[in-house]
């Protein structure tokens, strides 16, 4: 076991899941739900992210080629649907329909955890190359177990971002988090089209 190697793939499967990145839109896709809530939803996008991250570290290559899928094309299909959440956050339509419904649960189709929380936020088109090309230096079942910590330990940093947004929740205005919520879905939707644009180019370069 490289202590260097570790710390590279580490830095790389942190950079890219951003959880400090990701914390904001945790909070704006959750301001509705409670404290217990939020922190359930955290949780449980995590622990999902984790699982599909060690599949493709260990299957990935074998997943994608037995379907038949290029990452350019899961990378466009990722920011399509990031897309369609961004313009929920612009025009505010995920709260409209909380309140046409009198508010939802957790078991809703608004529970944000796995759409798109947990796909394609965290573990998205970035994340999923990487642990796939960060697999093939980490042989063997050593090098499993090494990927495996690494991406528990990126994991367990974004929960602790995530779980930090129910502390400074109520000193925060509604008119403050509506604005906080706009600017981040035109962001989200930036982010969206650059997933569909390198798709599209890596597209090019095949």
């Known amino acids: 076991?490289?202590?260097?190697?570790l710390i590279t793939s580490f830095v790389t499967?942190?950079?890219?899941?951003?959880?400090?990145?990701?914390?904001?839109?945790?909070?704006?896709?959750?301001?509705?739900?409670?404290?217990?809530?939020?922190?359930?939803?955290?949780?449980?996008?995590?622990l999902i992210?984790?699982?599909?991250?060690?599949l493709f570290a260990v299957f990935g290559e074998m997943i994608l080629t037995f379907i038949g899928i290029s990452m350019p094309a899961f990378s466009v299909a990722g920011?399509?649907?990031?897309?369609?959440?961004?313009?929920?956050?612009?025009?505010?339509?995920?709260?409209?329909?909380?309140?046409?419904?009198?508010?939802?649960?957790?078991?809703?189709?608004?529970?944000?955890?796995?759409f798109p929380l947990a796909v394609p936020l965290i573990s998205g088109p970035g994340s999923i190359a990487s642990?796939?090309?960060?697999?093939?230096?980490?042989?063997?079942?050593?090098?499993?177990?090494?990927?495996?910590?690494?991406?528990?330990?990126?994991m367990l940093a974004t929960y602790l971002f995530f779980s930090a947004t129910t502390y400074f929740n109520k000193y925060l205005s509604?008119?403050?988090?509506?604005?906080?919520?706009?600017?981040?879905g035109m962001l989200l939707a930036a982010l969206a089209i650059q997933f569909i644009m390198d798709g599209i180019h890596s597209f090019g370069r095949l």
């Open 79 to 114: 920011g399509i649907l990031l897309f369609l959440t961004a313009l929920e956050m612009l025009f505010q339509r995920r709260k409209q329909r909380r309140e046409a419904h009198g508010g939802e649960t957790l078991g809703s189709h608004n529970d944000p955890s796995v």
């Open 49 to 54: 992210a984790s699982i599909i991250l060690l």
């Open 174 to 184: 509604p008119t403050l988090i509506d604005v906080v919520t706009r600017v981040l």
């Open 13 to 46: 499967i942190f950079v890219i899941v951003d959880p400090i990145g990701l914390t904001p839109i945790f909070f704006s896709l959750t301001q509705d739900l409670s404290t217990i809530e939020r922190r359930v939803v955290a949780r449980r996008s995590v």
């Open 131 to 154: 642990v796939i090309l960060l697999s093939q230096t980490h042989v063997g079942l050593l090098g499993v177990l090494e990927l495996t910590f690494i991406i528990f330990a990126t």
């Open 1 to 5: 076991m490289e202590p260097t190697l």
